[in-house]
């Protein structure tokens, strides 16, 4: 079974270029590497050379953030099976082997993951209890936090395409906002076996932003809207509005304690949308 692996790059060249040789020594070897370059200023088929007929590059014009580039990648591609690294992360070398092994003994599966292990400075950091992994339907606890990792995640074409990929106006929390749609719809996957190395060191990271609470309220809220009646389950509803409370909270005090009044005034007005939401009974 092909798979689209979708790398959606900025800049970083030395770490896609490790990112991408991760992917293309799989020992699943049907694949399309497909790297959407999200408008560096030096183009990075420039300085990514490697020789490998499987990898091509998609260079976006503009820069679409995250999620608008992933989407760009899946378009560019055609496979039945769709997979995603970021491009500071790694693979083991199992990976897609397994993952579609699965696929092929499950033919109702519409996705799955696996474990990661985390590393900064290539020190392996230990995972607390409540960024813990698992498989089946677990939405209530995917409000916290986000427990899919990009890397780690491998879906079937006409799942991805049902749920209309990322939302590109979400510059962060993009994978967030997707995976509350799709648990909500099919329960996922999930492999044991840590096949994923997360690396975090001096570069950037999107997950970092300060940003991250206000798009995740921004995702609970959105979800809340778009399924309270479609039947979402009172017990679920208020654990979102709780879970979107709660980080409304945080921004408050965050923008008094930087002294950025015209933010507070904003995350108090959501503050005071969602607690009267939570307040009132629930349909």
Known sequence: MQVDVIIAAYERA???IEAAQSVLTQTHTDLNLIIVDDASPQPLAERVLIADRRMRFVRLEKN???G?????GVSAGRAPLVAFL?????????????QVRQFSAEP???WTHSNEEWQRHGVVVTQRAEHRKQGGSFLERAFGRCLIANSAVVFRRGFYEKHRGFNAHFPVCSDFELWLRMLADAPIGFLE???VVKRAGDWPQVSSTPETDRYRVLALHRFYRDRRKA?????AAEALLDEAIYKCQILV???QKYQRPEAARRYQAWLTLLTARRTRPIR
Do not use: F, I, M, V
């Open 193 to 195: 076996e840590t096949l």
């Open 253 to 255: 005090k965050g923008a």
């Open 231 to 235: 039947g979402l389950a009172l017990s």
């Open 68 to 72: 608008g580039a992933r989407n760009a």
């Open 64 to 66: 679409r953030g995250p």
């Open 14 to 16: 030395e770490l896609l």
């Open 108 to 110: 109702s599966l519409q």
């Open 86 to 98: 970021d491009s500071d992360d790694l693979w083991r070398e199992t990976k897609l082997e397994k």
